[in-house]
């Protein structure tokens, strides 16, 4: 049975840093696209960062040059380190694993973690 387990999240100030991590169990994790997803109240979920199995990463506009994503396959683990943080970040954090190097879509991803919370306070 796969299982993807988040934590890392919390209440943080703007400008403040969190670490989320990710860890997979059940599937091995070299193979897995693994990315971060999030989910404000009243609005759908939408991608943050993705590292593919050859670590390439891609991220979201909105994020790019505060957040970073990386795997750690010894460990079955993805991380998303985030600097820099605004008010706008507030969401629930969660983690997806999917097959194909440029997934980015939730549909395309078929392991989910529980969502870690991270607030954000101004």
């Known amino acids: 049975q796969v299982q993807l387990v988040e934590s890392g999240g919390g209440l943080v100030q703007a400008g403040g840093s969190l670490r989320l991590s990710c860890i997979l169990s059940?599937?091995?994790?070299?193979?897995?696209?693994m990315a971060w997803f999030r989910q404000a109240p009243g609005k759908e979920r939408e991608f943050v960062a993705r590292?593919?199995?050859?670590?390439?990463?891609r991220y979201a506009d909105f994020v790019k040059g505060r957040f970073t994503i990386f795997r750690d396959n010894a460990k079955n683990t993805v991380y998303l380190q985030m600097n820099s943080l605004k008010p706008e970040d507030t969401a629930v954090y969660y983690c997806?694993?999917?097959?194909?190097?440029?997934?980015?879509?939730?549909?395309?991803?078929?392991?989910w973690g529980q969502g870690t919370q991270v607030t954000v306070s101004s």
């Open positions: 997806g694993a999917g097959i194909g190097a440029t997934i980015i879509a939730p549909m395309e991803y078929t392991y």
């Open positions: 059940g599937r091995t994790f070299s193979g897995y696209t």
């Open positions: 590292v593919s199995w050859n670590t390439g990463t």
